[in-house]
């Protein structure tokens, strides 16, 4: 079957038909929020690191967070406690305010960081995020 780059599936509703995901679509780490949120603030407050925190998405239950990365890191994600899934672009839309799909939203929108969150920076500040939490939770 030939691709065209198009969804062409019959339009309802006077719908037009939507643009194919892009070919470099990125993936999506998903973590438990608590552990996300101290990764934000990890990598905001690492000035040395190079490459920011990039757009961050909250489920609207606050039970997770999900990062965006660059396309391919799914293919070698082992990161305990997250999982990391290709989009292909699935649910994309950078010019909206808030994504469509249920009640998830953007913590941190494309237009106001950078394109993606750098894998390995991210990695580590998961990793320290983890650790973080496990000492305040044993301080109780």
Do not use: K
């Amino acid at each position: 079957m030939e691709s065209t780059g198009m969804n062409t599936a019959p339009a309802s509703s006077g719908a037009t038909p939507v643009p194919a995901a892009p070919a470099e679509a990125p993936d999506l780490v998903t973590v438990p929020a608590r552990q996300g949120l101290e990764a934000v603030d990890i990598i905001r407050r690492a000035a040395g690191l190079p490459g920011g925190v990039g757009p961050v998405l909250h489920d609207g239950s606050g039970d997770t967070l999900g990062f965006l990365v660059p396309p391919g890191t799914a293919d070698a994600w082992d990161m305990p406690g997250s999982a990391c899934t290709q989009t292909n672009g699935r649910g994309m839309r950078f010019g909206d305010v808030s994504p469509t799909a249920g009640d998830t939203g953007w913590l941190l929108p494309p237009e106001a960081v950078g394109p993606v969150t750098d894998p390995e920076v991210l990695r580590a500040a998961l990793g320290e995020a983890a650790r973080l939490i496990e000492a305040a939770d044993n301080c109780r």
